[in-house]
């Protein structure tokens, strides 16, 4: 029997506002490295409170490559059930291979994602890239879940590629597509991007996915943020959007040393270990527990090393505790 084939045309496609903040989160572990997911709620309850237009769930910051497909698929339904549709679910999902990515987008889809952040393939290191190959990708994606798309653009140092101008023109063209997240951390290949989804035939939101220049990409023309420091920072994030938004630059340039203090902590090298570094500032702020902070291997788990300093970071930041306010 054929599949169905979701479209605009045979399918009326959710619509979904992305202009805001959309956090990725984390997600709670024990030392075995199962999901806690009692602690995983009411952190959710707060990063909604915020007001956060959306949640990334099973996002790079969430471990999404490294979980089961039943856990990401708990995920958002836990996710989906805390944020009540108060806010956007934008799940993860992505390959290795063409075949592999439907059917994740669509147990997505089926677990209750609103939209889809769609994780490059190792394929796109292909040099040069044949537009062919990622537009195709993301057509099947899109094809099999019926859901609107965010491409991903992830920087080489986090696993993934940066789109060739005309390969990205091309993905652009599919009208699933309803955001772009630049997380290249360059900005110039930041404005670059910029450029392509200004030209699109169809309007796109720029988000942001550079933790390393946070204000700046609000200011080169990101109206929105999709960001693995949401996971701490939120709030702030979300104050220096709208004072961006508002055009009062300088109270946006006046948040800048906080905001982007905290973050170029959590973001400390080695980057990769941002995901242990969030889970252990959010001790401190009092979501988790340190038994709550362990992380899949083969990455660290850092309480014991991390436990001051994410402590100091978390004060410098004025959130220490902010779970009992």
């Given amino acids: 029997m054929k599949s169905k084939i979701y479209s605009k045309e045979?399918?009326?496609?959710?619509?979904?506002?992305?202009?805001?903040?959309?956090?990725?989160?984390?997600?709670?572990?024990?030392?075995?490295?199962s999901l806690d997911l009692e602690a995983f709620k009411p952190y959710l309850e707060w990063l909604v409170s915020l007001g956060s237009v959306g949640l990334a769930i099973n996002a790079d910051t969430g471990e999404g490559p490294y979980l089961t497909p039943d856990e990401r698929s708990t995920v958002i339904r836990t996710a989906r059930e805390v944020a009540a549709g108060r806010c956007a679910i934008v799940a993860g999902v992505g390959g290795p291979s063409t075949l592999t990515a439907a059917a994740n987008a669509k147990a997505a889809r089926e677990a209750g994602a609103d939209a889809l952040l769609v994780f490059p393939t190792p394929a796109f290191l292909n040099d040069?890239?044949?537009?062919?190959?990622?537009?195709?990708?993301?057509?099947?994606?899109?094809?099999?879940?019926?859901?609107?798309?965010?491409?991903?653009?992830?920087?080489?140092?986090?696993?993934?590629?940066?789109?060739?101008?005309?390969?990205?023109?091309?993905?652009?063209?599919?009208p699933q597509v309803v955001g772009m997240k630049d997380a290249s951390f360059d900005a110039q290949r930041?404005?670059?991007?910029?450029?392509?989804?200004?030209?699109?035939?169809?309007?796109?939101?720029?988000?942001?996915g550079n933790d390393n220049f946070l204000l700046e990409s609000f200011l080169l023309g990101a109206t929105g943020g999709l960001l693995g420091y949401g996971a701490v920072g939120a709030g702030l994030l979300i104050d220096m959007l709208n004072a961006v938004k508002h055009k009062e630059f300088d109270k946006a340039a006046a948040m800048q040393a906080g905001v982007q203090g905290f973050c170029d902590y959590i973001y400390d090298r080695p980057i990769?270990?941002?995901?242990?570094?969030?889970?252990?500032?959010?001790?401190?702020?009092?979501?988790?527990?340190?038994e709550q902070t362990y992380v899949r291997p083969p990455f660290l788990s850092l309480w014991e090393t991390e436990k001051d300093k994410a402590r100091r970071a978390v004060e410098q930041a004025g959130l220490l505790g902010v779970a009992s306010r």
């Fill in 272 to 290: 990769g270990d941002y995901r242990a570094r969030c889970k252990v500032a959010l001790v401190h702020m009092g979501f988790f527990t340190p």
């Fill in 10 to 33: 045979n399918l009326n496609m959710k619509s979904v506002n992305l202009e805001g903040m959309i956090p990725a989160v984390v997600v709670p572990m024990r030392q075995d490295y």
């Fill in 190 to 208: 930041f404005s670059l991007t910029r450029d392509v989804v200004r030209a699109a035939d169809h309007p796109i939101t720029l988000l942001s």
């Fill in 128 to 174: 040069p890239l044949d537009a062919r190959i990622a537009y195709e990708y993301h057509k099947a994606i899109a094809d099999a879940s019926g859901l609107p798309l965010v491409v991903f653009q992830l920087g080489p140092i986090f696993g993934g590629v940066n789109y060739p101008a005309e390969a990205l023109a091309k993905v652009l063209e599919l």
